[in-house]
C-alpha cells in the first residue's frame, strides 16, 4: 500500500512561484513513475510531470520551460517547482506514483493564480 501526502498549494499572483511536494511512504522502492497531475475546473485530469525510474523527465507542452519536478529517493518525496505561473495553470495538483502497474493517488492541493 502506497499513501500520498500533498502540500504547498495555495493562491498566487500571476508570474510567482510555488513549490509543491509530496510525501510518499510505503512500498515505493520499485516504483515506475511518479509525478503530478492536474484538473482544472470543468476539465479532465492532465498529466503536468512524470518522472520515470530512470530519472526521466516528462512535461506537459503548457508548463514546458516553467515547471520543473525532481524528487529526493532518500526522503521518498517528489516535488514541483512552478514558475511563472498563469492564471490558466489553476487547477487541484495531485500526486501520482506507479507502482507495479498500479496508480495511487493524493488527495490533491489546490493552485489558485490571480490575473
Known amino acids: 500500500q502506497v499513501q500520498l501526502v500533498e502540500s504547498g498549494g495555495g493562491l498566487v499572483q500571476a508570474g510567482g512561484s510555488l513549490r509543491l511536494a509530496c510525501a510518499a511512504s510505503?512500498?515505493?522502492?520499485?516504483?515506475?513513475?511518479m509525478g503530478w497531475y492536474r484538473q482544472a475546473p470543468g476539465k479532465q485530469r492532465e498529466m503536468v510531470a512524470v518522472?520515470?525510474?530512470?530519472?526521466?523527465?516528462n512535461y506537459a507542452d503548457s508548463v514546458k520551460g516553467r515547471f520543473t519536478a525532481s524528487r529526493d529517493s532518500a526522503k521518498n518525496t517528489v516535488f514541483l517547482l512552478m514558475n511563472s505561473l498563469k492564471p490558466v495553470d489553476t487547477a487541484v495538483y495531485y500526486c501520482?506514483?506507479?507502482?507495479?502497474?498500479?496508480?495511487?493517488w493524493g488527495k490533491g492541493t489546490l493552485v489558485t493564480v490571480s490575473s
Open positions: 501520482n506514483v506507479v507502482v507495479w502497474g498500479v496508480y495511487y
Open positions: 518522472i520515470t525510474n530512470g530519472d526521466v523527465t
Open positions: 510505503g512500498s515505493v522502492r520499485s516504483f515506475n513513475a
